[in-house]
């Protein structure tokens, strides 16, 4: 069974940073594609950032672009986000995922990705 945990959420300030963290558990850890979206209250879920297994490929939404860093590092099983310049509107409970196969279509809808984790606040006051 493969298990994803987030930490790293928390209150913060408009313009300040944050990092979150989502471990994965497993074996095969470098063969997923792994995405962070983010649901806020009374609203869907929508992507945020994703990275392909060996690093090399990023992807991010239009409204995070210049200020958000995916990454992970393959040898701790652990994918990160790194969250620069916040603002109110990124407030939101934010989900690490994992998807086997994906196309560059797919990589936004969230019915692609095979697990997911149990999500962790992120709060930015103005």
């Known amino acids: 069974q493969v298990q994803l945990v987030e930490s790293g959420g928390g209150l913060v300030q408009a313009g300040g940073s944050l990092r979150l963290s989502c471990v994965v558990s497993?074996?095969?850890?470098?063969?997923?594609?792994l995405g962070w979206f983010r649901q806020a209250p009374g609203k869907e879920r929508e992507f945020v950032a994703g990275?392909?297994?060996?690093?090399?490929?990023?992807y991010y939404a239009d409204s995070v672009k210049g200020r958000f860093t995916i990454s992970r590092d393959n040898a701790k099983n652990t994918v990160y986000l790194q969250m620069n310049s916040l603002k109110p509107e990124d407030t939101a409970v934010y989900y690490c995922?994992?998807?086997?196969?994906?196309?560059?279509?797919?990589?936004?809808?969230?019915?692609?990705?095979?697990?997911w984790g149990q999500g962790t606040q992120v709060t930015v006051s103005s």
């Open positions: 995922a994992a998807a086997i196969k994906i196309t560059i279509r797919t990589i936004r809808n969230p019915s692609t990705y095979d697990y």
């Open positions: 497993g074996r095969t850890f470098s063969t997923y594609f």
């Open positions: 990275i392909s297994g060996s690093g090399t490929s990023t």
